[in-house]
């Protein structure tokens, strides 16, 4: 099955939780960049993992977005991940990822998830508080 070119696409509407004032991003009342970037992650994970084999998942290693306008409270957000590139040992995998609002783009750039074991990533975690 071809992976690029497959898209995921979330929303959220934005309520007190989500702003920057309420994560410390920011002191204003608005859409927060952390819950973009979390968005960003959320969409590209759910693109991947119908890809992915039972007992595997994938895990950010790069995110490189902008957050160029605000989103008021009460206002829905959509964030869409694109595979656009597999490594050649198909480990890694590159998206675009955009975002908008009711009155038109708010952010875009790129993210890289890596396809993991999830038992040997968590046994691997884990090993760190044994030594």
Not at 67 to 85: C, L, Q, R, S
Not at 97 to 115: E, F, N
Request: net charge negative.
């Amino acid at each position: 099955m071809e992976m690029i070119g497959s898209q995921c696409r979330l929303e959220q509407t934005v309520t007190e939780e989500y702003t920057a004032a309420t994560i410390g991003s920011g002191m204003l009342p608005v859409f927060g960049t952390p819950y973009l970037a979390a968005m960003a992650e959320s969409a590209a994970m759910t693109c991947l993992q119908s890809f992915l084999e039972k007992g595997y998942g994938s895990v950010g290693t790069h995110l490189d977005i902008s957050h160029d306008a605000p989103t008021p409270i009460g206002m829905k957000v959509y964030v869409e991940a694109e595979i656009t590139a597999v490594s050649e040992n198909g480990k890694m995998v590159d998206f675009a990822v955009r975002a908008w609002d009711d009155k038109g783009p708010i952010g875009s750039g790129t993210h890289t998830r890596a396809i993991v074991n999830n038992q040997r990533f968590l046994d691997k975690c884990q090993a760190k508080l044994n030594g």
